[in-house]
């Protein structure tokens, strides 16, 4: 394994400290933690919250900032955080009217975050959460039960974050947030595993003629194995499971998504997107907006996903490009 890095059992911590130094204009680490903070508050401001395990960078702690998230809570690599560390960071991004946990479906997740948010509520803080499971390649996986929370996560940050910003109350949030999971729907697929650095070694092994269609974000197995294929068919393929959940028309306005896995070259994104929008365009669908990078990772994962927001709301494409200042985000 050959990998940039100085021990695997500080390559969290060091990474947390990395990012902090870098971009501390926007952000700092509280203390005793691996929660990162907004350095701009507003009093009055509804609190957001996410996080989750390490390895999705720049998930999450790259979208918090003005217009986005207060806190991001850092676990190990593919591990949840603990409740402890994720009430810090309910805490710390409470500013008087309550704190929105956006939590993705995965089970350590689910649990911790929910354990978090007793112990805020106790302590007075008003807590609500909504739960991201936009993953439509498997219903259950190793990590959950259900739907996995992948890269549409991101939208729930987005729009949920402006909405915030502009002052809507907690219980707006948290309904907002539930509308758009309920029309986010996302598929991915790997040509190569990523590598955990405390394991050495790819999460699963691929003949070179194959790949994994319906991969999860931690390494979990998708929904089949197909020969390679060339990116107009992967697209086709992907756009096509998605269009069986959203049923898009073309009275429908959407926002396209396609995210590297972590080690997928912005050149093979563009082209994927390309070959995405010419299946859109045969459809008669309009496209609002499109979005092409590294959103959520899963570390050096070879591969891409596909993410579709259908814009239930003319309101959403306002808050999708409402301007924020976030390391990730530009």
Known sequence: MKK?????????????????KTHSDLVYRVEGTR??????????????????????????????????????????????????????????????????????????????????????????????????????????????TGQRGVAGTVFVHKIVGAAAEAGASLEELQALGEKVVASVKSIGAALSA??????????????????????????????????????????NLLFARINAELILGTNDKIVVLVNGMGATPLMEQYIFANDVHKIIAAHGIPVAKTLVGDFMTSLDMNGVSLTILKLADEKWLDLVNYPVVTSAWK
Request: net charge negative; with cysteine; charged share 20%.
């Open 4 to 20: 940039i890095l100085n021990a695997v059992d500080q390559a969290v911590e060091q990474m947390v400290e990395g990012l902090v």
């Open 35 to 144: 929660v990162i903070a907004r350095n701009d508050k507003r009093s009055g401001k509804v609190g957001l919250v996410s996080g989750g395990g390490s390895g999705h960078e720049p998930a999450h702690a790259g979208y918090v900032g003005k217009g986005m998230l207060s806190a991001a809570v850092c676990g190990d690599v593919f591990t949840s955080p603990t409740p402890d560390q994720i009430l810090e960071g309910i805490k710390v991004a409470d500013q008087g009217t309550g704190v929105l946990l956006i939590v993705k479906n995965y089970t350590g997740d689910v649990m911790n975050f929910e354990m978090a948010a007793e112990l805020a509520e106790a302590e007075g803080i008003n807590v609500a959460s909504v739960l991201v499971n936009d993953d439509i390649a498997v219903e259950d996986s190793s990590f959950t």
């Open 194 to 235: 990523g590598t955990v650095p405390e394991v050495g070694h790819r999460g699963f092994e691929l003949p070179e003629d194959e790949i994994e269609v319906g991969v999860g974000i931690h390494g979990e197995p998708g929904s089949s194995r197909e020969k390679v294929m060339t990116s107009h068919e992967l697209a």
